[in-house]
């Protein structure tokens, strides 16, 4: 990074809990009126004005005082905003067959996006391409990095965010993967690791349903079947890292393996693979998920068990979720809601089911995110850390 990018981070780095309060308020919700500003951090205007002002200076915030009206003759609504070029971030997702990378600014909009293919699983081969995709969204920043800020990188399993450590990635085959020491010389900014779809909620947290939503969760299916939570306006990281694992919820019969080697888990019967793989065995040869769908549109025996078998298990597993944290909203989000028909009914039919009294009054909304979405919660990850 350059030397405007170290001066604006180390500014961020170095505010107290009040103006960092402030910045985070003007980032999110950005254009805003210092008059609002004021009500939602609790702080006079004299002290927003005054947290405001450093930042001003340093490029982050534009200051429009009395550009606007608020309707009062004579009353400036002295609105701020985030100058959301003032630094640029990198998000990565790391996806099984490939690394999808996105070049964003401050807010996590998304500037560039690049990819490149997993041929395999080895850590080297993973950082390689990470390195790879790295480098073209870097290059127009200049040799220097230029307003870069950091390098994100979302990766499934059981993430030690503050060691930089993949502890467990059952889909990489990772144990014990030191990935942000492995990068961070590859790169030329600090990195973050993070999992996945905690990611993902963190651009929620910051960007999307948590502006005005208290306690939310995503759910995600697909190849695994996670959750992110967000409770009392937080992200739940977990004291050792990992919460919300609510693909590991043991609510199948004991006989199914999961991936991470455990008997029962929700992943065993309702992630594609374990849905891919109930089909082929019935059918005594290998089918692909494209086929599964087909089937199970055909109203084939065999792939219309297996769905609705991981259906039940999901909208089980979602009301045993809202029963112990009682949001107002879950997100349903991950590849699989693009066939949601195939699992509508029996997921929902199974979540009334079993939540418990007023907990039912929690909305499920779909959102089909996409994996630069996810690419983009990487980079929140990074904006998170410099300011909190
Ligand atoms: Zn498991």
Same mark, same amino acid.
């Given at each position: ?5 170290? $001066? ?6 170095? +505010?107290?809990?009040?103006? #960092? ?14 008059? *609002? ?20 200076? $340093?490029?982050? !915030?534009? *200051?429009?005082? &009395?550009?606007?009206?608020? /309707? ?21 997702? !790391?996806?099984?067959? @490939? ?42 920043? /200049?040799?220097?990095? &230029? ?31 030191? +990935? ?8 030329? $900014?600090?990195?973050?690791? @993070? ?23 995503? !759910? ?8 992110? +939570?967000?409770?009392?306006? @937080? ?63 055909? &109203? ?19 009301? #045993? ?12 989000? &991950? ?21 418990? /009294? ?21 980079? $929140? ?8």
């Amino acid at each position: 990074m350059n030397d405007e990018a170290a $001066a604006r981070i180390a500014l961020l780095r170095s +505010l107290s809990a009040a103006p #960092s309060y402030v910045f985070t308020t003007v980032l999110t919700r950005s254009p805003i009126s210092r008059i *609002d500003v004021s009500r939602l951090t609790g702080l006079s205007q004299a002290a927003v004005t005054k947290a405001v002002a450093p930042l001003v200076a $340093a490029g982050l !915030v534009v *200051d429009n005082l &009395g550009s606007r009206r608020d /309707g009062l003759p004579g009353r400036p609504v002295s609105p701020v905003a985030i100058v959301p070029e003032a630094l640029v971030t990198i998000g990565i997702k !790391v996806n099984v067959d @490939e690394v999808i990378g996105v070049r964003t600014d401050l807010t996590t909009q998304v500037l560039a996006t690049h990819r490149a293919p997993l041929t395999d699983h080895d850590p080297d081969s993973v950082v390689a391409a990470i390195a790879q995709v790295c480098a073209r969204l870097e290059a127009p920043l /200049g040799p220097d990095g &230029g307003l870069l800020a950091g390098v994100g990188v979302a990766v499934s399993g059981d993430v030690d965010t503050a060691a930089g450590v993949v502890r467990e990635s059952a889909n990489m085959g990772w144990t014990a993967v030191d +990935l942000r020491a492995l990068l961070q010389d590859r790169v030329g $900014a600090p990195v973050v690791i @993070e999992n996945d779809v905690r990611a993902l909620t963190i651009t929620e947290h910051m960007f999307g349903v948590g502006l005005g939503i208290d306690s939310f969760a995503i !759910v995600t299916i697909g190849r695994g079947i996670g959750a992110g +939570l967000h409770v009392n306006g @937080e992200v739940v990281e977990g004291v050792h890292g990992v919460a919300g694992e609510i693909g590991h919820l043991p609510l199948a019969d004991r006989d199914r393996i999961c991936a991470c080697g455990r008997r029962g888990c929700v992943e065993a019967v309702a992630a594609t693979p374990a849905i891919v793989a109930a089909i082929s065995e019935a059918h005594g040869r290998e089918v692909s998920i494209t086929e599964a769908v087909q089937l199970a549109h055909d &109203g084939d025996a065999a792939a219309t068990q297996a769905f609705t078998e991981a259906a039940t298990t999901i909208g089980t597993a979602i009301a #045993s979720l809202v029963n112990l944290t009682g949001p107002d909203l879950v997100i349903l989000g &991950g590849e699989a809601v693009s066939n949601f028909d195939l699992f509508d009914q029996n997921l929902l039919g199974a979540y009334r089911e079993h939540v418990f /009294g007023s907990a039912g009054r929690c909305r499920i909304v779909i959102r089909p995110h996409t994996f630069e979405d996810w690419a983009r919660g990487a980079a $929140a990850a990074v904006i998170r850390t410099l300011a909190r």
